[in-house]
């Protein structure tokens, strides 16, 4: 992406201590130094401790802003999202809708306490507790679902009837998303596997009663449960439910039934994730996630984030054998 002075709008003087950054990512994520230096230090006087002496970005996720485990000088650790509309303005908004929905969850959930957040109109920062863990593994082993499984059992607990006000209905949250089929049956790909394109008045109907479902319920859904949104702690164990710009009311099993296909994407036996969800109720929600990923796996990516497209490609060809199967 060009700006009109031909720079990044980074920038601000070099810090006066010795700064150790260490990047662990294959995407075009900015990190710890890129930010302004006014930026860095309302970051450092939440943390407290003084200045940041080690910032370590984090491989992962889409947003083209930074992801940074980040030590002060004295010891503390923290953990640091910012991102600036002039790189990518749907992050920027992701990253507001993140705030709203971080700063009411109850202490209680497994999810990382929000040490602190501002929004100054050019950068959107979340300063959030460095939890000692590591993503599940992938394919998924069988103590890290167990323990996925529980945290959300207590997620459940703790956000049910949802804590945090003005959000949507996951059917409102999802209604563009399983609109997909509709603008792929209206002009179909050349490359859209015939299977699929034999059904498409089938996959449409799917996706519609889906979305009637997802209309009910009272708990807080995350909506984005995946391997990469979650830490296993090296402690105990337990895990925790990380990024939640996605948040919105739905029924308590939505995060189960989405931690299932994560699983099956991987190679992994989804079926304890299922357990007391409707088998046509999957199926419906199955059918309008492919369809989501078979349209916008086709577009162009979007500004700063180039590998976007090929992970929905991926999911879309994970999970279409799986769809065929319960079809």
Request: hydrophobic share 45%.
């Amino acid at each position: 992406m060009r700006y009109p002075d031909g720079k990044m709008p980074f920038g601000g003087e070099e810090p006066a201590a010795t700064i150790v950054v260490m990047t662990d990512t294959a995407n075009t994520r900015i990190g710890w130094l890129d930010l302004p230096a006014a930026v860095r230090a309302r970051i450092e006087a939440i943390i407290g401790g003084g200045r940041v002496a080690e910032a370590v970005s984090q491989r992962g996720g889409f947003s083209p802003g930074t992801a940074d485990r980040v030590r002060t000088e004295t010891g503390r650790r923290a953990f640091v999202k910012a991102v600036c509309p002039a790189i990518n303005v749907r992050s920027a908004e992701l990253a507001r809708m993140e705030i709203h929905v971080s700063g009411a969850l109850p202490r209680t959930a497994p999810v990382p306490e929000l040490l602190g957040a501002f929004d100054d109109g050019d950068w959107v920062v979340l300063v959030l507790e460095d939890v000692d863990g590591a993503q599940p593994r992938t394919p998924w082993v069988e103590a890290e679902f167990d323990a996925a499984l529980a945290a959300l059992a207590e997620l459940a607990d703790a956000v049910t009837p949802s804590p945090v006000g003005g959000l949507p209905t996951t059917a409102e949250r999802l209604a563009d998303d399983f609109a997909a089929w509709e603008i792929v049956a209206a002009d179909p790909p050349a490359d859209l596997d015939p299977w699929l394109a034999e059904r498409l008045t089938e996959l449409c109907a799917a996706a519609k009663r889906s979305l009637d479902v997802l209309g009910t319920g009272n708990t807080l859904a995350h909506c984005d449960i995946r391997a990469d949104n979650l830490l296993v702690r090296r402690d105990d164990g337990r895990v925790v439910i990380v990024d939640w710009p996605w948040g919105a009311i739905g029924p308590e099993w939505l995060d189960r039934l989405l931690l299932g296909i994560n699983v099956r994407v991987h190679g992994g036996d989804p079926a304890r994730a299922l357990t007391g969800i409707e088998p046509d109720v999957v199926t419906d929600f199955l059918a309008g996630l492919v369809g989501y990923f078979e349209y916008v796996g086709r577009l162009p990516p979007p500004p700063a984030i180039p590998t976007v497209r090929a992970f929905q490609r991926w999911q879309a060809e994970a999970l279409r054998p799986w769809l065929r199967d319960r079809l």
